[in-house]
């Protein structure tokens, strides 16, 4: 999409809402019944004489990106672009609305998901991925892995990469830690044995997780965003989905465009 086409999309979709949401006092935003999340039809049993649909690419693999550190907090400065991430957990359905907006905007973003989540909601990998999105890894039971020795948070890591690579072909494109939001040395060798060479942490916490109302969500965003940022955020919060048309249009009526983490970086 053109960024006029997509900077037209997103302000007829979201002005009225924008105008709305940020003069209301945090927490009083209208909590929205859940929109079942979309799911890829299922292929057609194959008829006589026709082959059956071909299996799925294998999701991309961890990379290796030359003069980042370890830990990587955000992208280039010199670039008009931003990825937003969501912890990957909650509600499915609310999850593939928050999917399905980003998508109606033009935007791409990086799900690092639990293990657990994806036991409980196998079908989300594949969703994240058809939708053109980073998917990742954010350990099997969302436990403070930096209070963990590094074997025992090795065995974390490995357990949710095993369900994406059972899920998707790969062990996913990133690692974030959970319940901090930076790695601890053990936490950062345990993710190399595990095959990332890189942990993903951020520089702008959105806070959705307190629930402070969709109007806060936005401000504590935009209100320390640049360009190359890395924006933590959530699935199951409703807020969050408030949130997410008014601050995409935001962002787009700065020039910032939010793509995937490996965008950002590449």
């Not at 302000?11 to 009225?16: T, W």
């Not at 990106?65 to 957990?89: K, Y």
């Not at 916490?205 to 190359?228: F, I, K, M």
Request: proline share 9%; charged share 20%; aromatic share 4%.
């Amino acid at each position: 999409m053109k960024p006029t086409d997509r900077r037209g999309a997103l302000r007829a979709g979201a002005a009225a809402a924008l105008a709305g949401a940020l003069a209301t006092a945090c927490g009083t935003e209208p909590r929205p019944a859940p929109v079942a999340g979309h799911h890829p039809a299922s292929a057609p049993a194959s008829a006589a004489g026709h082959h059956p649909a071909p299996a799925p690419v294998a999701a991309p693999a961890p990379r290796r990106f030359p003069g980042q550190p370890d830990e990587i907090t955000h992208g280039p400065r010199d670039r008009p672009r931003v990825a937003l991430t969501f912890h990957g957990q909650g509600d499915p359905a609310l999850a593939g609305r928050l999917l399905a907006q980003a998508e109606k905007a033009g935007a791409r973003v990086t799900v690092l998901a639990v293990g657990g989540w994806l036991d409980e909601h196998p079908d989300m990998a594949r969703r994240v991925l058809d939708g053109g999105h980073d998917l990742g890894n954010h350990t099997q039971h969302h436990i403070d892995v930096n209070a963990m020795t590094e074997d025992a948070a090795l065995a974390e890591i490995e357990a949710c990469a095993t369900r994406l690579r059972r899920l998707t072909g790969s062990v996913g494109t990133w690692f974030r830690p959970s319940r901090t939001p930076h790695a601890g040395p053990a936490v950062l060798r345990a993710a190399r044995r595990a095959g990332y060479p890189h942990v993903l942490s951020y520089d702008v916490d959105s806070l959705d997780y307190t629930s402070p109302g969709a109007a806060a969500v936005v401000r504590n965003v935009t209100g320390t965003v640049r360009a190359g940022s890395v924006v933590s955020l959530h699935f199951g919060y409703p807020d969050t989905a408030v949130a997410l048309p008014l601050l995409l249009a935001e962002l787009d009526r700065r020039g910032l465009s939010a793509v995937t983490t490996t965008e950002l970086l590449s």
